[in-house]
């Protein structure tokens, strides 16, 4: 019994709480403002509420968008509708970058609101008033629509959207012109309480067969005259859309009527699309007609333009499309005369067919454009300027597009704009898949041509320059890519492109590639088992040239693995990368086996370029992580990788393009080296130049400061200048006396003869200046002109490789003796086709020779030589050219990352001897010593790499010039170098 009482007590004391609740908000609605109620002079019934703003409110703003300020409410009669006014101020108009003052109104929850009609029904006018002259106040008048604004509002505090104008007035305008007064600001809202009855109907939405279509019908009970043409009421497309009218007219002679539509000015005409190219259908009683906006020719453009805010757009339909006397019977017999406008708002988008074409998936989409001739005649008198496709999917959940045909300057242009689709979410951006455009030749004969325009979007001239936002994900839609001139008119009637008065569009997407993957060959290189794919590129000279007249960017090798389950990856060429040399790039490429791989890719790989006639390859070595973005060695995630890695001065055209090699013409060397006085003709006649993208293994290359008895070198920083690599000079210099009994300075001066073309070489030395290695690329030898070659027809083909190092094998390891009691590691580096080598260390198309890496002793450490050849000016000439430079065979040792680094003992500290090897006696009679603990190299050289190899190399840049090299070390065109380790006791 208690539990009983205790609900009812509570159920009462609820009730009671509504009614106080209910008195109270009877009470303050009572309390309301309530608008003013006049007549106009000019006969309309309003409400009027004035609202002074106080200056300091104005000061308040949040560029650029804005603070709005809620001000007070008030009723338009009683009963009556609940209005709230705001003003927005300090949001930004990105047209002219001001702040601008805005006014809205909202509804709010009144309590008359059960019995009044929804949706509000009324026109507003908010004005901002000027205080010193009535023609300078700033109005904006909100008219009847079906927008959210007018909505009955929901019992919330927070009013509606409102419905307003965000940039009325200038902020600083507000602030100095006529609209202050005493520090207030005047905003008065006048609700037009007539004329509800011009509220727009809706027009019904529906599917019709696989369209959306809006259908407004208008039943006429009123039949046109010759001078009073018959509107109906005004009606929108559908919420929030565009606002028309239609019309009935009688022709001058009394026989034809005329159904026309008209764009009318709404609310909401700021937010739509413009101009207006929704096909639509006009018909009356059993006769309809269509108009298509985008087509042309049924009406003229300025009638489907934005409509001016005071006027409506010119009317658009057909002249004659019934006759007076049907409508007349229809009325009489009281059947009825019904006036019908469908606008197709949207048609599902169709699917384009799937086809194998080649070794490719490929997409067939197929537009055909009746009654071209007209078009082009419309199009002639400036009347056409553009047709639309219907929207297609590249496949049943791929990319939605849409084709454009374009009429300009007398030519036919054909464009693809990718559109916003239901499959974006699933699909990889941006979009990467080449595809065709072309004008179908209709010639049912096997020599029909189309004309046809190819698209890759790959391409980064068109993917960054000519089409640069046409291929990202698309909101709504993207920029259309094709090209302008696909056809010109005169061309439609060369070939039979038109057939019975139509044209074909045809647009073929390559959505995949089907062949069989191509795999690498594996073969042992260097104690590396490797992965190893040669492409042969035919007629590069045409490539060339076709790069300079600006048809081709690049070409690109078939994508292959490099072994089964492996990393996939291609090659890309770049003809002339820089001007006068070729760029060789590995691209990753998206592969099967991507998510069972370890990323990044870590392996090192060795680009090449084999030139034809047997001449030693020219190679780039290149270790992930070093030089390159590491992005470029991530796994990829589209089709090719955004970054790829290579060099973009691989090798200069001359020297791939030059009909015969200068050595390969010289005396063979198999017997014996040249004379002293051809060879030097041949290595002085190449001319050196600083190159762009020079990477050595070690990250440089080594110009240094020299001297009579040699130097330790430390390898030179890189400066950045003028978009070229050079290299600044900071070597550290040791004196170590020369060992045996030869010596630069006591070489004897060989003369050429007096007719010889080419220069003396120097052996006098003289320090290094850094001014002489910075040789302009554009400065030959003195009388010295670059010819242009040819290839001849054996020799149309160049072979480029990359070969990946994927996993180390057994290295060799230097041999052991006791020398004097003491342990001593001896490697020797067989140097073969010197000559050759020689000359393409001159042309600067490599840096250095390197041997292979090689270990001091069963777990030891890493190593390996290198040789380069400097230059260093003549100093028994006043003024020396670089031809009379002294030339200079430099060796240095660079350690390198071995698998036993761990427990051997860092930094390095054992004395190193680097030996010339005599050709005819075997001896070593040239020899440099590395002692760590005196040497002037920089510590940074002796400690344990941290990457593949150190970044600084020790070695001597000036061991022994050209001539002696030649005349005591070469034998059948073979160098001996060894180097000697000796080890620590244990």
Not at 250 to 274: C, I, M, N, Q, Y
Request: proline share 7%.
């Amino acid at each position: 019994m208690d539990l009983r009482l205790r609900i009812l007590f509570q159920c009462l004391c609820l009730l009671l709480q509504a009614t106080i609740s209910n008195l109270l908000n009877a009470e303050a609605d009572d309390n309301l403002p309530l608008a003013q109620v006049k007549e106009l002079p000019s006969g309309p019934v309003v409400a009027e509420f004035d609202w002074l703003v106080p200056e300091i409110l104005l000061q308040t703003s949040r560029p650029p968008r804005g603070h709005t300020h809620y001000g007070p409410v008030f009723l338009t009669s009683r009963p009556g509708y609940k209005l709230r006014l705001a003003f927005t101020i300090g949001h930004t108009n990105p047209l002219d970058g001001l702040n601008y003052l805005g006014l809205w109104f909202s509804l709010a929850a009144g309590p008359y609101d059960e019995t009044l009609r929804w949706p509000f029904p009324y026109a507003v006018n908010l004005t901002l008033v000027s205080r010193s002259e009535a023609a300078l106040s700033q109005h904006v008048t909100v008219q009847q629509s079906l927008a959210q604004c007018r909505m009955r509002p929901g019992p919330e505090e927070v009013p509606n959207e409102g419905c307003g104008k965000a940039f009325l007035v200038p902020h600083e305008h507000v602030l100095t012109g006529p609209f202050l007064s005493r520090g207030e600001l005047l905003v008065r809202a006048t609700v037009f309480l007539e004329g509800k009855s011009t509220i727009p109907r809706r027009a019904r939405v529906f599917m019709k067969s696989n369209q959306l279509v809006s259908e407004f019908l208008w039943e006429v009970d009123t039949l046109p005259s010759r001078h009073s043409p018959v509107n109906s009421e005004i009606f929108q497309l559908d919420s929030d859309g565009y606002l028309l009218q239609l019309q009935l007219t009688l022709a001058p002679e009394g026989r034809d009527v005329g159904l026309f539509a008209t764009l009318l000015p709404s609310p909401h005409d700021s937010t739509l699309s413009w101009p207006f190219t929704l096909p639509f259908e006009l018909a009356l009683l059993d006769r309809k007609g269509g108009v298509d906006p985008g087509a042309g020719g049924t009406c003229p453009q300025v009638a489907f333009r934005k409509p001016h805010p005071d006027r409506a757009n010119p009317p658009c339909g057909f002249r004659k499309i019934g006759t007076l006397g049907a409508l007349r019977a229809r009325a009489f017999n009281r059947s009825g005369v019904v006036a019908r406008f469908t606008a197709v708002l949207d048609r599902a988008a169709q699917k384009a067919s799937l086809t194998i074409k080649g070794q490719h998936l490929v997409a067939e989409y197929v537009w055909r454009i009746p009654h071209i001739e007209r078009k082009l005649h419309l199009a002639k008198a400036d009347r056409l300027n553009n047709l639309l496709s219907d929207r297609f999917y590249s496949s049943e959940q791929g990319y939605l597009l849409q084709l454009q045909l374009k009429f300009q300057n007398r030519s036919l242009g054909l464009y693809l704009t990718l559109l916003e689709g239901v499959n974006d979410a699933l699909l990889r951006w941006p979009f990467d898949k080449p595809f065709t455009l072309s004008v179908v030749d209709q010639q049912q004969v096997a020599g029909a041509e189309d004309a046809l325009v190819s698209i890759n979007p790959s391409d980064p001239r068109v993917g960054q320059e000519a089409c640069p936002e046409s291929f990202w994900r698309p909101f709504g839609r993207n920029d259309a890519c094709g090209s302008a001139n696909a056809l010109s008119y005169d061309q439609l009637y060369e070939r039979k492109f038109i057939r019975y008065g139509a044209i074909l569009l045809k647009a073929v997407l390559f959505l995949e590639e089907l062949r069989p993957p191509r795999f690498a060959s594996l073969t042992i290189e260097e104690n590396h088992l490797s992965a190893r794919f040669e492409w042969l590129v035919p007629d590069l000279q045409d490539k060339i040239r076709q790069v300079r007249e600006g048809r081709l960017a690049f070409l690109d090798s078939d994508k292959f693995y490099l072994s089964n389950n492996g990393y996939r990856m291609m090659l890309r060429l770049y003809p002339e990368k820089g001007q006068g040399f070729v760029g060789l790039y590995a691209v990753l490429t998206k592969g099967a086996y991507d998510d069972e791989l370890r990323w990044p890719f870590n392996h090192a790989y060795r680009l090449e370029v084999i030139p034809p006639g047997g001449s030693p390859a020219i190679q780039r070595t290149t270790h992930p992580g070093r030089g390159c973005p590491d992005i470029a060695f991530q796994k990829p995630d589209r089709e090719l990788s955004e970054w790829s890695c290579g060099e973009g001065h691989m090798v200069a055209h001359d020297t791939l393009l030059k009909r015969s090699h200068l050595f390969s013409e010289r005396k063979d060397t198999s017997h014996g080296p040249l004379p002293y006085e051809e060879r030097s003709r041949v290595l002085i006649d190449s001319q050196a130049f600083p190159h762009k993208d020079n990477w050595t293994p070690t990250g440089s290359r080594p110009f240094a400061e020299q001297t009579t008895t040699g130097f330790q070198l430390k390898p030179n920083s890189f400066v950045q200048r003028d978009g070229r690599t050079f290299f600044r000079s900071n070597p550290y210099i040791a004196e170590v006396p020369p060992i045996g009994s030869h010596s630069i300075a006591q070489e004897e001066r060989i003369k050429l003869p007096e007719s010889s073309p080419y220069s003396e070489v120097s052996l006098e030395s003289r320090p290094y200046t850094e001014e002489a290695s910075e040789v302009s690329p554009h400065n030959t030898k003195e009388g010295s002109q670059h010819k242009s070659h040819s290839l001849s027809e054996n020799e149309a083909g160049i072979r480029f490789a990359i070969t990946v190092f994927l996993q180390e094998l057994t290295p060799p390891v230097a041999s052991l003796r006791l020398e004097g009691g003491i342990l001593v590691a001896k490697y020797s580096w067989t140097v073969k086709d010197v000559t050759a080598n020689l000359e393409l260390l001159q042309s600067l198309e490599k840096n250095r020779l390197e041997s292979p890496v090689f270990y001091s002793e069963n777990q030891g450490y890493a190593m390996r030589l290198a040789l380069s050849l400097t230059r260093r000016p003549d100093h028994r000439n006043t003024v020396s050219s670089a031809s009379e430079e002294e030339q200079m065979v430099g060796l240095y040792w660079t350690l390198h990352a071995g698998q036993h680094d761990h427990v051997l003992r860092w930094p390095f500290s054992s004395t190193v001897t680097l030996s010339l090897i005599e050709g005819r006696n075997g001896h070593a009679s040239l020899q440099k010593v590395i002692d760590p603990s005196r040497s002037k190299c920089p510590r940074e050289a002796f400690e344990r790499p941290s990457h593949p190899h150190n970044e600084h190399s020790c070695g001597f840049a000036a061991v022994i010039n050209l001539q002696t090299l030649f005349s005591n070390y070469v034998q059948n065109d073979v160098l001996h170098i060894k180097v000697s380790i000796t080890l620590p006791q244990a």
